[in-house]
């Protein structure tokens, strides 16, 4: 690392030199020691050899010859900043501006970001005001300046109302001497995947990026093993995993030769994103998620959304070996034939002038977390919040607070699905050596929506046996798709839902009849632990077998179709269409409740009702579908109450021909 910083080093003295320079008398320093000017010039030699440790020496002495030699003061305080060395930095910049005023006015700026580091923002805005006082100064340095002098403002706003912050190591079963990063969950919160960075014998520094995989058993975390079948000699990093678990997508990045370190592994630039799927309980061989995600550029830390339709990733502009530029938030929408569009950047509420990184959507799909140095802040990268407003856009980044935040880089926040605690990588004192995940309780007004899951078997209703289907659930207030997925071959499937919502759930299958069905979590208290319940029994499609309507509703007395009955038909269309033998007969069915020839007249028309909107709005020959009242004569079950009246209630269909 350090040695990567030296020729930038070397070109910042030359920079600020020469332009100190152009002040002066040419060849001119503001010292007239020769002694100071002599080991200053060699100082500068040996950086550019990557000598620092004698470089450090040389521009020592001459500062030991001349105190007060300004371009030897500043250059040393730039040296130690890239060192990390900011609090004997902030002497040096004073003394080069001490012994200067008037000259290298850039001084001020640098000792302002000085402050900064330290967390001193008092000191950082009096530097930053000092620097834009002088006419003649960089106006990029300028810009940035006046909004580091806002930034400033508002970090000691944050640091006058903290957030409580606890930490807590989440254990040797993930964390070890070497380091672990970029933490991935499930959403049923018992598997957790991350990133675990391993020396490379053969190379000395050099290090190998793998995926290694924990249980959660009894509240701890088993002893984490590697992805054997999808580690290679390259790296991999930064995983996300779908709600079921079944489907992650991860970074691969290239050496400088281009090679992904697998034979079979292909990309498009320095870093692209590849996934997998879990078959049989073995993960398979990785592809690439292609040119709607991919580019020559650097695509990196995917996060996929829990409804199984858009993916979030990380976009920079870098080739081989280049520092990544203009590194922004982007999605990538599945369309309906399993696709992935072509990849838009998120609206500037998320995205910034600067750069944003460790993307998260949490399983609500309503709350985003991500990193960024270009929202207002403490210094460094912070973790910010958005969430997703009723028209769809994302609101406002709203910046996690002190000292979650702190003047350095904060990254890889990862919120587990109940909301409740968050993970995130620091390389803090106390742990096991190198980079540690942590967890703490996330502050309540940071946490996402409240969620639940539900999970089931979709299975033949004759014979019982386990069928892999595809399902989707919609939001009956909105009539929104929240989810699209399919059950295993073993018939199980594993969704994650918002709570207090109402659900249609509709399932396919070829050879089966329609199914929909409807559940409300609304006004129930949910708890995350236990989740909703929901096996469902396809029927084979055989002439005589009748199937319930559950979610075409009416008004009382009245045949009029409701709103909320439109997703239901619609994928009613659907089916018809892709079973063009079928020969359907829908019939009306109410309660005992009034006389025969009105309830005749109601469950006629109300039959008729949808086979309206299927002709109109599908397209589907008349000839298909007939129509028929039955009023109470059918019913479920006995009268005898409001609930049974309820169930009695309903509109079907029965396959009269095939």
């Known amino acids: 690392m350090i040695n990567k910083l030296l020729p930038f080093i070397l070109l910042f003295f ?25 080991y200053f010039e060699e100082s500068k030699q040996l950086f550019g050899y990557r000598k620092d440790d004698d470089a450090e020496k040389k521009i020592q002495a001459a500062l030991k010859e001349d105190p007060n030699f300004a371009e030897a003061n500043s250059a040393y305080a730039d040296y130690l900043m890239l060192k990390n060395r900011p609090k004997e930095a902030i002497s040096y910049y004073k003394k080069a501006i001490e012994s200067a005023p008037k000259f290298m006015t850039d001084n001020n700026f640098y000792l302002g970001k000085a402050y900064i580091t330290i967390s001193d923002y008092e000191n950082a805005k009096l530097a930053f005001q000092n620097f834009i006082k002088f006419e003649r100064i960089n106006p990029n340095l300028k810009e940035e300046a006046e909004r580091l002098i806002k930034n400033s403002d508002f970090a000691i706003t944050l640091i006058k109302n903290p957030k409580p912050f606890k930490p807590i190591n989440v254990g040797a079963g993930i964390n070890t001497q070497d380091g672990e990063y970029f933490p991935a969950i499930t959403a049923d919160g018992k598997q957790f995947m991350f990133t675990r960075a391993l020396p490379r014998p053969e190379v000395k520094g050099a290090f190998n990026e793998d995926f290694y995989i924990s249980t959660k058993t009894n509240t701890v975390w088993q002893t984490a093993t ?19 678990g079944n489907i992650m997508f991860f970074a691969s990045c ?9 034979p079979d592994r292909k990309g498009a630039g320095s870093c692209d994103i590849f996934y997998s799927q879990k078959v049989n309980g073995k993960w398979s061989k990785p592809r690439n998620a292609g040119a709607a995600i991919n580019s020559v550029n650097w695509e990196t830390q995917p996060s996929f959304s829990s409804d199984g339709k858009t993916l ?7 080739g081989r070996g280049a520092s990544a530029k203009d590194i922004d938030i982007y999605m990538s929408v599945i369309d309906e034939g399993g696709k992935f569009s072509p990849a838009v950047k998120l609206n500037a509420n998320v995205n910034s002038k600067g750069n944003e990184e460790s993307v998260f959507i949490h ?4 709350t985003l977390y991500f990193a960024s140095d270009g929202h207002p802040g403490l210094g460094g990268t912070d973790l910010f919040v958005s969430r997703r407003q009723v028209n769809g856009d994302w609101g406002p980044a709203v910046n996690l607070g002190y000292p979650i935040n702190t003047a350095q880089d904060e990254n890889s926040l990862l919120v587990d699905p109940a909301g409740k605690l968050a993970y995130f990588a620091s390389s803090r004192e106390g742990g096991f050596g190198d980079l540690d995940i942590y967890q703490f309780e996330l502050p309540e007004e940071l946490r996402p929506e409240k969620i639940t899951f539900t999970k089931g078997k979709i299975y033949n209703a004759k014979t019982k046996e386990p069928l892999e289907a595809t399902f989707e659930l919609f939001d009956l207030e909105t009539q929104q798709q929240v989810t699209q997925s399919f059950s295993q071959k073993s018939g199980d499937f594993f969704v994650t839902l918002t709570a207090n919502k109402n659900y249609m759930v509709n399932v396919n299958k070829e050879g089966f009849s329609f199914y929909s069905d409807n559940f409300s979590l609304k006004g129930k208290e949910t708890d995350f632990n236990k989740p909703y319940i929901l096996d469902i029994p396809l029927q084979p499609i055989d002439t005589g077998s009748v199937i319930e309507l559950k979610n075409v509703f009416f008004d009382v007395a009245k045949w009029d179709l409701k709103p909320e009955s439109k997703v239901e038909l619609d994928k009613l269309i659907t089916f018809i269409t892709k079973n063009p033998s079928l020969k359907i007969e829908f019939g009306g069915h109410t309660d005992s409740d009034g006389d025969k020839k009105s309830n005749f007249t109601l469950s006629t028309n109300r039959a008729k009702a949808v086979v309206d909107y299927l002709i109109t709005n599908g397209k589907i020959g008349a000839g298909r579908l007939t129509y028929k009242g039955y009023a109470d004569t059918k019913p479920k079950v006995k009268n005898d109450s409001p609930e049974n009246k309820a169930k009695n209630r309903r509109t079907e269909f029965k396959v009269i021909g095939k």
């Open 363 to 366: 399983p609500d799909n309503m």
């Open 312 to 318: 979030y990733f990380i976009k920079g502009y870098r």
């Open 14 to 38: 030359v920079i600020k030199t020469t332009v100190a320079q152009q002040q002066m008398p040419p060849g001119a320093y503001t010292s007239t020691n020769k002694k100071a000017i002599k």
């Open 226 to 244: 590697p992805l054997s079948n999808i580690n290679s000699n390259g790296n991999e990093g930064a995983p996300t995993l779908s709600a079921d």
């Open 254 to 262: 290239a050496d400088e030769f281009g090679d992904y370190g697998a």
